[in-house]
């Protein structure tokens, strides 16, 4: 059975949950307002390889369901034209998530986003992000918590490049797992399909790839 929190999360996220076999285009206002970092995500889905839910802004409905019986084989490259922002990019890519993260010991501390030395990224967030320093001070990892809803968190990492292959991306990842999963939420995990090395930090904090699948339009 399917977490609870999850499909909370999914409901709420995308406008609909569950679906039936097949594609379906549903209407969500969420889609024509600004997300977690003030910037918008017109068009977002979540496939299970059985049935898939992809959630637009309600006056692009007709639009996204007529390029999908028309051209589903093109849908996702054409998904921008349809929803109106053909300057946007496409993300597609595992859709992972975790109510058991990998049992790593705790590496990051959590600090409030606008210290002193942190990357642009992390200062997006408007709560704690987890982080790494070197004893003398600098920035070495980091993971922020997108809070899309009450019932589902996305989590980010990023390492840079002098501190990589030291393990601290994955345990930053099930670190921020256990916080999500104590606030009563479920943390998911998204990355490009061709990020090798995203994939490889998720299957080792304990998110497997279950063969669901995330895309949607994403600004530049």
């Not at 007709?62 to 300057?87: H, N, Q, S």
Request: positive net charge; proline residues 10%.
């Amino acid at each position: 059975m399917l977490d609870r929190r999850l499909h909370l999360h999914l409901a709420t996220w995308l406008g609909q949950w569950p679906a039936g076999p097949g594609l379906h285009v549903v209407a969500s206002q969420r889609r024509a307002e600004p997300a977690w970092d003030g910037r918008l995500r017109p068009a977002l889905a979540v496939d299970t390889g059985q049935s898939a839910v992809l959630s637009v802004a309600p006056d692009r409905v007709e639009a996204v369901r007529a390029l999908a019986r028309r051209t589903p084989a093109r849908l996702l490259a054409a998904l921008p034209e349809a929803v109106g922002l053909p300057e946007f990019c496409v993300h597609d890519g595992p859709f992972r998530w975790s109510v058991a993260p990998a049992p790593l010991p705790d590496v990051g501390e959590w600090t409030d986003p606008t210290a002193p030395g942190l990357p642009p990224w992390l200062r997006l967030f408007d709560r704690p992000v987890l982080v790494v320093r070197a004893p003398d001070g600098a920035y070495l990892a980091g993971a922020g918590i997108k809070r899309h809803d009450a019932h589902g968190r996305e989590l980010a990492v990023g390492t840079v490049p002098a501190a990589q292959g030291r393990g601290l991306a994955r345990r930053l990842v099930a670190q921020a797992a256990r916080r999500v999963l104590d606030e009563g939420a479920v943390p998911t995990y998204l990355h490009e399909r061709d990020n090798h090395a995203s994939a490889r930090v998720a299957e080792a904090a304990g998110f497997p790839d279950r063969g669901w699948r995330a895309y949607g339009v994403y600004p530049r």
